[in-house]
């Protein structure tokens, strides 16, 4: 991993840093958050351009964005949920991209498939997940679900190709559409997720059985896009998390063991980066592993690879701490972006944060408002 640059500015979140042959402006992402305000075909609007577009205006480095389907079978995970296969859907993206590069930060798109946590998917009713094993808890009403997530069918290998298939062809459509690179969405209890998990995956072929068996259809997905798309500053990155949207407890089994398996067989596979999520808890509450180190510095250590940290990054004070410890190369904000789509540029002023109010999770509230900064700042 490169030397950081020295340091220039007040707080460490706000120097500069290398990632696969680029610079970013400083070390702070948005991280991915459903918005589900994409039309019902799937295709990106000019409100989510706006959106995407204030964060870059507001200082953010890298935007990554919410999680974007990957087919047309079972990867949808919610109605009005984008997509990455179609023409409409490329073109929809590349004025996102466009518009995010025009404030001089990176932009990401996630690839996400749902499997068994799947509430609307416009293509078809039923799921499909690792093994035939109901998902815990119950679906969101937030976006739009009810009840208990149904049994998902066991994939059987030609489903699990063709999903590998639809992770490719998204990543190359994302390079069309003008990303600087894609996130593998290996969390929170989608598809990727799913077969890592030892309680949802029961499988006895390749895939299942063992850690090393249950990451293999993640490295896969890494592997076969790093093949499809040129190593020429093209990033894919993964994420990960232990904890997940319907399970709020759950550790990987095997503590810091499974997580060497984890982290080095993505590493080996080809990817640029690893983000550890925490899916809405505080860092804290989710970095400590069974040893020393906390599961981010883990993964610095055991790959080499750039490490962006997940969870109540807003908190300045602990944000500082966890860069000035080597936990982690950049932060990720959600709920804090939300509230601050200007936090690097507050950061970098001394200004005071703006609370989160739950409110800002409604996905046309906070469209609206951001279509409503990029109109006021064009009167100034």
């Known amino acids: 991993m490169p030397d950081a640059p020295a340091r220039t500015t007040a707080h460490p979140a706000l120097d500069p840093v290398p990632l696969h042959g680029r610079t ?16 019902p075909d799937g295709t990106p ?15 953010f480095g890298l935007v990554i964005t919410e999680g974007t389907y990957t087919d047309q079978r079972y990867s949808q995970g919610y109605l009005n949920q984008p997509g990455i296969v179609t023409d409409a859907h490329v073109e929809g993206w590349s004025a996102v991209a466009a ?7 990176r932009a990401v798109l996630q690839l996400m498939h749902a499997g068994a946590l799947s509430q609307g998917n416009r293509y078809r009713t039923d799921t499909a997940g690792p093994s035939a094993v109901p998902p815990r808890g119950r679906m969101m009403p937030e976006y739009g679900g009810s009840g208990p997530w149904p049994t998902p069918k066991a994939m059987t290998s030609a489903e699990i190709d063709e999903a590998v298939r639809g992770f490719v062809t998204a990543a190359v459509n994302a390079r069309r559409a003008g990303f600087d690179g894609v996130e593998v ?7 990727l997720d799913q077969f890592l998990t030892d309680y949802t995956n029961q499988r006895a072929d390749a895939y299942g059985g063992s850690v090393e068996g249950r990451v293999r259809l993640t490295a896969e997905v890494v592997r076969r896009i790093r093949e499809a798309v040129a190593d020429d500053g093209f990033w894919v990155g993964v994420r990960l998390s232990q ?4 399970d709020f407890e759950h550790r990987w089994a095997g503590g810091t063991a499974d997580a060497r398996v984890i982290f080095s067989a993505l590493a080996e596979a080809g990817s640029t ?10 860092w804290i509450e989710t970095a400590r592993l069974d040893g020393a180190d906390t599961i981010t510095a883990l993964a610095r250590k055991t790959t080499g690879l750039p490490v962006i940290a997940n969870g109540g990054m807003h908190d300045v004070d602990q944000a500082a701490e966890l860069l000035a410890g080597g936990h982690a190369d950049l932060l990720s904000l959600g709920r804090g972006a939300l509230a601050n789509p200007d936090l690097p540029r507050r950061l970098a002023e001394g200004r005071p944060l703006d609370r989160f109010d739950h409110a800002m999770l409604e996905p046309m509230a906070t469209l609206d408002n951001a279509r409503a900064r990029r109109e006021a700042g064009a009167r100034q």
């Open 243 to 246: 904890t997940k949207v319907n």
């Open 45 to 59: 609007t000019p409100q989510m351009v706006d959106y995407y577009a204030a964060f870059a205006r507001g200082g």
């Open 185 to 191: 969405h290996a969390a929170n209890g989608y598809l």
């Open 24 to 39: 970013l402006g400083n070390r702070l992402a948005v991280a991915p958050m459903t918005r589900v305000s994409a039309t």
């Open 273 to 282: 980066c690893l983000h550890v999520a925490s899916e809405g808890r505080d």
């Open 99 to 105: 518009a995010v590069h025009e404030h001089g930060a």
